[in-house]
């Protein structure tokens, strides 16, 4: 996993720049840079960190991997949706379209392309 943090200088604060890789970074960091940059954050995930025994996730296991440190109520709320809708992405009754996938993708500071495969 990659992220980058670039945030302009303001008239008041100076500006700030850095990035962080490696794997498995504890989710409460992303959470907090999330809440601190998030305008100014890009994440880039490695689809290596989502292959369990040689298989790449599927989208609906990468997103419950990567949605850990929120309930379902609370991200369904964030990107627009009702629960029950979120959590039939999650349990594979409903499939990720390329809208629902930027909608996610957007919420999570992740590429869309990690839920939906041209």
Do not use: C, W
Not at 34 to 39: G, V
Not at 57 to 83: C, H, N, V, W
């Amino acid at each position: 996993m990659h992220i980058v943090v670039n945030k302009p200088a303001t008239k008041t604060e100076p500006p700030v720049s850095f990035e962080i890789s490696g794997t498995n970074i504890p989710q409460p960091i992303l959470a907090f840079l999330r809440a601190l940059y998030p305008d100014f954050i890009r994440i880039d995930a490695d689809e290596d960190e989502f292959v369990v025994a040689g298989v790449l996730l599927a989208p609906r296991e990468i997103l419950r991997k990567i949605r850990s440190d929120m309930t379902q109520e609370d991200f369904a709320y964030a990107i627009g949706i009702s629960r029950e809708h979120y959590s039939n992405i999650e349990l594979g009754h409903r499939r990720i379209t390329r809208k629902m996938a930027k909608q996610l993708a957007k919420a999570l500071n992740y590429p869309y392309t990690l839920f939906y495969k041209e």
